[in-house]
Every structure is written in structure tokens, then in C-alpha cells.
């Protein structure tokens, strides 16, 4: 099992991954957005929700401690 960070996983194509890791998987996902409360049907055995801006360095570093994939799904 590997720990994946899923950064902008509000979007639809973060959205469409984060769906198949957790169909094809037994991965832990860290969930890094702005507003997070636009995320639904949380998994909390399998998910973890971090509110932030990835501009916000201090946050997202500690936000990175054991992660071991990161997915950048960043930009408009």
C-alpha cells in the first residue's frame, strides 16, 4: 500500500483518478485542496482532506510527511 497525495483534487480529471485508485487500489489518499468542504462521499478509512494553497509552502510540506505518490492536478 502506498500513500498518495492527490494535489487540486477537486477537479474533474483528480476527481476520475482519485475514483480509480480507490477502486483499483488499497492506497491511502491525501486529499489537498482549497475549500475542501466541495468534496463528497469522503472516504475517512481511506482518505485523508487537507484544506490548503499549494502557494502555502510551510502547509503543504507537512502535508507531504510519508507520502510516497504525488499526483499535481494544478491550474485552470
Same mark, same amino acid.
Request: overall charge negative; hydrophobic content about 45%.
Given at each position: 500500500?502506498? !500513500? ?6 477537486? @477537479?474533474?480529471?483528480? $476527481?476520475?483518478?482519485?475514483?480509480? &485508485?480507490?477502486?483499483? $487500489?488499497?492506497?491511502? +489518499?491525501?486529499?489537498? &485542496?482549497?475549500?475542501? @468542504? ?16 499549494? $502557494?502555502?509552502?510551510?502547509? +503543504?510540506?507537512? #502535508? &507531504? #510527511? ?8 494544478? @491550474? !485552470?
Amino acid at each position: 500500500m502506498a !500513500n498518495v497525495m492527490i494535489l487540486g483534487a477537486h @477537479g474533474q480529471i483528480a $476527481t476520475l483518478a482519485r475514483h480509480q &485508485l480507490l477502486k483499483e $487500489t488499497d492506497h491511502h +489518499l491525501s486529499l489537498f &485542496l482549497r475549500n475542501a @468542504g466541495r468534496l463528497q462521499d469522503v472516504n475517512p478509512q481511506r482518505e485523508t482532506v487537507i484544506d490548503g494553497d499549494v $502557494t502555502d509552502t510551510a502547509k +503543504l510540506t507537512k #502535508a &507531504l #510527511a510519508g507520502i510516497d505518490v504525488v499526483y499535481a492536478n494544478l @491550474g !485552470n
